[in-house]
């Protein structure tokens, strides 16, 4: 019935992800670019909430706030206060949720938050910034990205004026990726999600009439 369709498309939302991917690119300066290397190219995972611009790429002046790091408190007018008028800001993990973070830097104008891992050893290609139950309402697209090329953004921040850092420039591009004319998405599944079985098996019977149209790759998460 339309209720079970509903509820069924609503935890889609909720275990779907990856569909498509973000290429994040340091723009410049020309210092930062290199020394992050690979022609300023940084690995990002998607958040699993927000507003996903697919197709669109997005240009912006990075920031970052060291009086609020981790973008767990309101961000008040700070934000307006560069040469871009809705600047990419960028924040640590921890503190407080992802939701809140971003949540508060839409609340305070950016156009996107970047989220830096705080973990050593880790890769936010197999990480996802899910939506804490909160998050429905949030428009802005947020990103992780792996600890050691953040730090090197951030710390580029901390040891040079607003001379320099003004000219931080982020672009992102969310593309869908179909090399070879097929749908290639993957399911997220966690040791907590225990309606995410239910979703699978009742999306088997769509997942086969796609056939060789289509590609799935199941990512399953655990926590001790």
Known sequence: NNTNMWKTAVLAILVLAWVGSAKLVVYSPVELKTKLGNGG?????IADFGHIPYGHTLVGQAVYIQTNDNGCSSFGDALSKFDDPSPIVLVKRGG?????KVRNVEHGGGKMAIVVDEANNENVKFIAMVNDGTGNGIVIPSLLINKDPGNQILDFFTV????VTK???IVVSFDIAHPDNRVEYDILLSSYQDRALDFISSFKEY???LGKDALMTPRYFSWP
């Open 41 to 45: 190219e940084v690995v990002a995972s």
């Open 96 to 100: 407080c949720s992802f939701v809140q």
């Open 160 to 163: 040079n004026d607003a001379s």
């Open 167 to 169: 000219k931080v420039k």
């Open 207 to 209: 997942h086969d009439k």
